[in-house]
């Protein structure tokens, strides 16, 4: 079975220490779990695959979002992440594979399963999970990879419409 782990939005701006306090992540504890994943997907040979959130750089995204503006250093991929393979794609949504050419590369490999962690896990972990299944495309999400500042109420939404698409975590 060809599997590839996408890292998803493991980015600067969500876990460094000048991040908004809106993005309350535990840094260490979650970027100690992902590169545990990335170095064992690598080590069997999986492909590994990061995902970067970004948003246009224009003076009203900097005004309203103020983070993953294209262009800076908050946008780019959080220094403590173990980067073992040269894919890495933009986004502009929550779903990764609105991306054209990541979508692309995911057929053109003949991937039998996509295994996504990263941040965040009932955002566009989510919304990736829930756009795989909608293209057919097997997916499951690595639980000890993921993270979340939702409150529980709307985590519980988010674990329904998961269940709802059949889409497992692992």
């Known amino acids: 079975m060809k599997t590839a ?17 809106m ?9 100690g779990a992902v590169n545990r994943l990335i170095r ?34 908050g ?5 403590g992440l ?3 393979s040269e894919y890495c794609f933009d986004k502009l ?5 609105t991306n054209k050419k ?4 995911i057929h053109e490999q003949d991937y039998d399963m996509l295994h996504l962690c990263g941040l965040d896990e009932y955002g566009c972990v989510t919304a990736t999970a829930l756009g795989a299944s909608k293209r057919g495309i097997p997916v499951r999400i690595v639980r000890s990879g993921t993270a979340t500042v939702l409150p529980e ?18």
């Not at 005004?63 to 503006?69: A, N, V």
């Not at 946008?75 to 220094?79: F, I, K």
């Open 82 to 84: 173990e980067i073992v």
């Open 5 to 21: 782990l996408l890292v998803i939005d493991m980015q600067n701006d969500y876990l460094w220490e000048k991040r908004k306090k």
């Open 93 to 97: 949504f929550g779903d990764a594979l």
């Open 153 to 170: 109420k709307k985590a519980a939404k988010q674990r329904k419409k998961l269940e709802q698409a059949g889409i497992m975590y692992i």
């Open 75 to 79: 946008a780019e991929l959080y220094s």
């Open 23 to 31: 993005f309350a992540y535990q840094t260490k504890k979650l970027t």
């Open 102 to 105: 990541l979508l692309a590369m």
């Open 40 to 73: 064992q997907y690598d080590a069997d040979g999986c492909d590994v695959i990061y995902i970067r959130h970004i948003i246009q750089n224009l003076p009203t995204n900097r005004l309203l979002f103020g983070y993953s503006i294209a262009g800076t250093e």
